[in-house]
């Protein structure tokens, strides 16, 4: 297959796509840009409501923004603004729509030590070494942990979020923290961004699987109205024709699929079952 095969359908060229030069190897073509340096200043106890009203403004506050809650106030714990550093690039607010620009660094969970994170207060450094919240040499998040993730369109996500503080005790029992951030949009079949960019809910939970299998069906309840997408690698309960249902070339996929993998070399239970419907 190469680039422009009508099988593939209308999608554009993606990053990372490969492309047959001739009939002895194929070369890998990839968007790059120069290296750029980012700064990284992170602000404590957003109230909700301030979320809730501002969230556009505060997801476009900074290159990248990431939001965490444990859900156990009125408050947002952090919100993490991810600035790149340009000749033309404005200093970061003292103050986020009440929140507080932190003194010293963070740990997305507040009982965690803080060195396991990136360079925060400020200090530009390499892309690579902001843009991650955690450093490579360090045990990332808790560690021992389970992870669910969700994602709805951007004009569902405050609306999404009143509807899962709905239920803030019940998440707050079983939740390490919870992660909000905003995704662009791509075009490939089978990805959660797909023609629609999304805000992603991503639950970092206790490693207690039975809870957060109970708690699952009531996110996803919540959830519901906004035609949510499971992150494919994560844990969540949502049944396999509603997952198939929220992507609009699943079939297109299959098809695709089958035709160049006719004995199933490359599934398992889970792609079965979740892509393929067991066929």
Not at 69 to 75: A, D
Not at 172 to 186: C, K, N, P, S, Y
Not at 189 to 211: C, E, G, M, N
Request: with cysteine.
């Amino acid at each position: 297959m190469h680039h422009g095969d009508p099988r593939l359908g209308p999608t554009k060229r993606e990053p990372g796509h490969s492309r047959r030069r001739d009939a002895r190897r194929a070369r890998r073509c990839l968007d790059a840009e120069p290296t750029f340096d980012v700064r990284q200043d992170v602000y404590e106890d957003l109230p909700f409501d301030q979320l809730v009203d501002h969230f556009d403004e505060i997801m476009a506050a900074a290159y990248s923004v990431s939001v965490f809650t444990e859900w156990r106030g009125p408050l947002v714990d952090q919100v993490w603004l991810k600035t790149r550093v340009d000749d033309d690039s404005a200093e970061p607010p003292g103050e986020l729509f009440g929140a507080v620009r932190a003194t010293a660094q963070r740990h997305p969970i507040r009982r965690m030590p803080a060195e396991a994170c990136t360079r925060q207060g400020g200090l530009a450094g390499p892309w690579h070494e902001r843009l991650p919240h955690f450093r490579l040499d360090h045990t990332p998040s808790a560690g021992d942990e389970l992870q669910s993730e969700y994602f709805v369109a951007h004009e569902d996500a405050a609306a999404a979020l009143l509807a899962l503080d709905s239920i803030r005790e019940r998440i707050a029992a079983v939740v390490q923290v919870l992660e909000i951030r905003a995704i662009a949009g791509d075009e490939l079949w089978l990805s959660p961004a797909y023609h629609r960019p999304p805000v992603a809910f991503q639950f970092t939970w206790k490693p207690d699987w039975i809870a957060v299998r109970d708690l699952l069906p009531a996110i996803e309840a919540a959830l519901a109205p906004f035609d949510p997408r499971p992150h494919w690698a994560k844990v969540f309960t949502m049944p396999a024709d509603e997952v198939r249902s929220r992507y609009e070339n699943m079939d297109a996929f299959v098809e695709l699929a089958s035709r160049f993998d006719p004995d199933g070399k490359f599934r398992n239970d889970f792609l079965s079952r979740l892509v393929f419907g067991a066929r």
